[in-house]
Structures are given as C-alpha cells and as structure tokens.
C-alpha cells in the first residue's frame, strides 16, 4: 500500500476499492522510456515518472478490468503472489488516483444504472 503524510503528522495508507476499474485520462501525455513511463498532466503541469511495475499498471489502464482482476492476470503471468499484487496495484492506483491522472470507470457505470 501506498502511504502519505496526513497534515497532523501522522501517516495515511492511500488505498482504493478493489473494484475500482482505473482508467487513464486521455489528455495525460505519456512517453515511454525504455525504464519506464513519463507522464505530462498539462492540467496541473506536473510530470511523473512511472518505474517499470508501475508502468504496467498505466497500460492496462483502459477502464475495462478493475484492479483486482488487473492484479490477478500480472500475478498469473508473472508467477508472483497474488495478495502482494493485490496491494501494490490498490496503492499504486490510489496514488495515480490522488494526482488526477485515472479516474474509476465503475464508479460511472454504477451511477449510470441507478434508479431514480
């Protein structure tokens, strides 16, 4: 998980549903650099630079799976354990998340089929 200074001094997990389907904002530009992934937000003017796990996470970013089944499929086809992938990919997308640069797609879907 994810963790971030509270502005009392203590420190908070940042972390999101497990169905939370991330999908990448289509005016972030991104470059890929061999080791990794730059992004530009042009909103806040912020560059982030993504490690290679991390990487993977923002392409298979499209809104289409949520990040428990994203974590299943990594963990399956690299043979690591699906727990520890579960968590870093909660934490990593809550921190894509916080900065603005995904947003949840199953969050939409779910408030588009709400009965009035």
């Given at each position: 998980m994810a963790s971030h200074p509270a502005s009392d001094g203590t420190v908070e997990t940042l972390t999101v549903a497990v169905d939370y389907a991330p999908r990448k904002r289509a005016d972030v530009l991104e470059l890929d650099m061999g080791d990794g992934v730059v992004l530009y937000d042009s909103s806040s003017?912020?560059?982030?630079?993504?490690?290679?796990?991390?990487?993977?996470?923002?392409?298979?970013?499209?809104?289409?799976?949520?990040?428990?089944?994203?974590?299943?499929?990594?963990?399956?086809?690299?043979?690591?354990?699906?727990?520890?992938?579960?968590?870093?990919?909660?934490?990593?997308?809550?921190e894509l998340d916080v900065l603005g640069l995904v947003e949840d797609t199953h969050e939409r879907r779910t408030e588009g089929t709400r009965d009035a």
């Open positions: 003017r912020l560059v982030h630079h993504l490690n290679p796990s991390a990487s993977i996470i923002w392409q298979l970013s499209d809104g289409e799976a949520s990040v428990a089944q994203l974590a299943g499929e990594v963990s399956e086809e690299f043979r690591l354990d699906p727990v520890e992938v579960r968590q870093q990919f909660l934490g990593l997308v809550a």
